[in-house]
């Protein structure tokens, strides 16, 4: 009976040290991550918003609404 306990501790103490060291690990991980992402992340871009696109590209807004006219003309009548 004394053996059985015995490595039922020992079996609990390795689960526990095995455990830690997979936490252990994982935050390693994570910490890891965390900093070069940092190091290494570029900022993100800003949004294009529509009057930026309208301007940026010398479109109008009337050649826009003429060109999504199109496109939605050309796939309502594409035959598969």
Same mark, same amino acid.
């Given at each position: 009976? $004394? $053996?059985? %306990? %015995?490595? *039922? %501790?020992?079996? +609990? /103490?390795?689960? /526990?040290?095995?455990?830690?060291?997979?936490?252990?690990? *994982?935050? #390693? &991980?994570?910490?890891?991550? @965390?900093?070069?992402?940092?190091?290494?992340?570029? =900022?993100? =871009?800003?949004?294009? &918003?529509?009057?930026?696109?309208? &301007?940026?590209?010398? #479109? &109008? =807004?009337?050649?826009?609404?003429?060109? %999504? +006219?199109?496109? $939605?003309?050309? @796939? $309502?009548? @594409? @035959?598969?």
């Amino acid at each position: 009976m $004394n $053996n059985v %306990s %015995s490595q *039922l %501790s020992e079996a +609990a /103490g390795l689960m /526990g040290l095995g455990m830690m060291f997979v936490f252990a690990f *994982l935050s #390693l &991980t994570i910490l890891a991550i @965390k900093v070069l992402s940092l190091i290494a992340g570029e =900022p993100a =871009p800003r949004p294009v &918003t529509a009057a930026v696109m309208a &301007t940026g590209n010398g #479109l &109008t =807004p009337q050649k826009m609404a003429a060109i %999504s +006219a199109a496109i $939605n003309h050309y @796939k $309502n009548n @594409k @035959k598969d």
